[in-house]
T-cell receptor
Framework: AQSVTQLGSHVSVSEGALVLLRCNYSSSVPPYLFWYVQYPNQGLQLLLKYTTGATLVKGINGFEAEFKKSETSFHLTKPSAHMSDAAEYFCAVQEDSSYKLIFGSGTRLLVRP | NAGVTQTPKFRVLKTGQSMTLLCAQDMNHEYMYWYRQDPGMGLRLIHYSVGEGTTAKGEVPDGYNVSRLKKQNFLLGLESAAPSQTSVYFC????????????FGNGTRLTVT
């Protein structure tokens, strides 16, 4: 069965610092992987996705994520945090044979001035 | 382009009352989903539909029913609301193909007293 683990329910960084949000998954087959962002009182928006091909995926707002099959990880990074990046971030996994997207429990990113 | 629209945005129910949440999408998506979001638990799948007239159970289906009479609409019903159903409910839709991302509505905040 698929599962997604996001390490750290809250991550706090200073403005301009590196952002690293961790995601590990368990899947019996190579999955499709997604990161979504949720701003207050809104639904989730797609940040980026990995399907096949290049393992480093670039998304919106300067975020990127690297798929590492050997580590079953899909960590999200951004070189320099901005105040507007404060939000909750969700990692999600889907197997090709499944209709269902499974979400991690989320990581709330706080950006200090 | 409205995308995914959920109504109502907020609702307060007393224990034992019933209600229906409506989700409408204008993107001609085949697949539609209902999730609930609770603090620290991420998004959990309640029910989903892979086409008009079809529905299936997700992770937490108990206490909920759904219907998909028209392709663009997906209704979530609570027959006898319980305080444990206090949550934020999100509807989402996507195209067929496992690498197609979900498009989310802005959520319905439900409180059951």
């Amino acid at each position: 069965a698929q599962s997604v683990t996001q390490l750290g329910s809250h991550v706090s960084v200073s403005e301009g610092a590196l952002v690293l949000l961790r995601c590990n998954y368990s899947s019996s087959v190579p999955p499709y992987l997604f990161w979504y962002v949720q701003y207050p009182n809104q639904g989730l928006q797609l940040l980026l996705k990995y399907t096949t091909g290049a393992t480093l995926v670039k998304g919106i707002n300067g975020f990127e994520a690297e798929f590492k099959k050997s580590e079953t990880s899909f960590h999200l990074t951004k070189p320099s945090a901005h105040m507007s990046d404060a939000a909750e971030y969700f990692c999600a996994v889907q197997e090709d044979s499944s209709y269902k997207l499974i979400f991690g429990s989320g990581t709330r990113l706080l950006v200090r001035p | 382009n409205a995308g995914v629209t959920q109504t109502p945005k907020f609702r307060v129910l007393k224990t034992g009352q019933s209600m229906t949440l409506l989700c409408a999408q204008d993107m001609n998506h085949e697949y539609m989903y209902w999730y609930r979001q609770d603090p620290g638990m991420g998004l959990r799948l309640i029910h989903y539909s892979v086409g008009e007239g079809t529905t299936a159970k997700g992770e937490v289906p108990d206490g909920y029913n759904v219907s998909r009479l028209k392709k663009q609409n997906f209704l979530l019903g609570l027959e006898s609301a319980a305080p444990s159903q206090t949550s934020v409910y999100f509807c989402a839709s996507r195209m067929t193909g496992a690498n197609s991302p979900l498009h989310f509505g802005n959520g319905t905040r439900l409180t059951v007293t």
